[in-house]
């Protein structure tokens, strides 16, 4: 088998759980957009993968994502940055980034809407809010407690465009118990902030969980393109 025949195979496995998951929550299957996350693969897969028609990808290191949308800038993509993202990189990602993801804080904005006026472009913002149990040292993730300031810094950005939120089920919990956790957070959420609809949640293993409450994207890594060698 080609690397090409094996990614159009994977792909078809993940859409067909995407509409099967949709149809069981009495959703619509293109309500569900998937993000292929080729973080640790080779530009020449994003390639191939564009050309099987996906139109979304995801990246969760800096120099590796600038990289490959160097390499792959003849290609119609939108890139998203869906790793943890440190204050003194938030400039050069918004320069290559049409989404960025992972937004916790609010000492990012001002840095990425420096990026984003450089580069003359309006980036599209998620807001990464910790599905985490209370206490746990290691969140990933906006404390939900200061979600709602986060988004209003966002919202009256003008370099940037508040889209909506991206959680992670935590490590060692039930996922579906983690998604059901967010529904308070992002009804609230969406009271203050109602254009703000998008919801990024569930990876390879936990698609269908994250379907169930509303994800309007999934971030499918190894499902698509096998397993990284390595860590993450
Ligand atoms: C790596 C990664 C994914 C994809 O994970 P898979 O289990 O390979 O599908 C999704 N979201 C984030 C934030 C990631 O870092």
């Given at each position: 088998m080609t690397r090409l025949d094996e990614l159009r195979t994977n792909l078809r496995a993940v859409h067909d759980r995407i509409a099967r998951a949709a149809a069981d929550a009495g959703?619509?299957?293109?309500?569900v957009s998937l993000v292929v996350?080729?973080?640790?693969?080779p530009a020449s897969d994003v390639r191939l993968l564009a050309g099987l028609g996906v139109t979304d990808v995801g990246e969760n290191r800096h120099q590796e994502a600038e990289a490959k949308a160097a390499e792959c800038a003849d290609l119609d993509l939108r890139w998203h940055f869906i790793g943890g993202l440190q204050s003194n990189k938030a400039a050069a990602v918004a320069r290559y980034a049409d989404v960025v993801e992972s937004v916790d804080r609010p000492a990012l904005v001002p840095r990425l809407a420096r990026g984003a006026a450089d580069a003359g472009r309006v980036v599209d913002v998620l807001l990464q809010v910790s599905l985490d149990p209370p206490g746990r040292d290691q969140r990933s993730g906006a404390d939900p407690a200061t979600l709602a300031a986060l988004a209003d810094e966002v919202a009256r950005t003008p370099e940037l465009r508040l889209r909506g939120l991206m959680v992670v089920a935590p490590l060692g919990d039930d996922p579906a118990l983690a998604f059901a956790r967010l529904a308070g957070i992002r009804a609230d959420f969406l009271a203050r902030h109602p254009d703000a609809t998008l919801l990024s949640a569930g990876m390879s293993g936990d698609l269908e969980a994250a379907i169930t409450v509303g994800a309007t994207h999934v971030r499918i890594g190894s499902a698509v393109l096998g397993s990284r060698v390595g860590v993450q």
């Open positions: 959703r619509a299957a293109d309500d996350v080729t973080k640790y693969f």
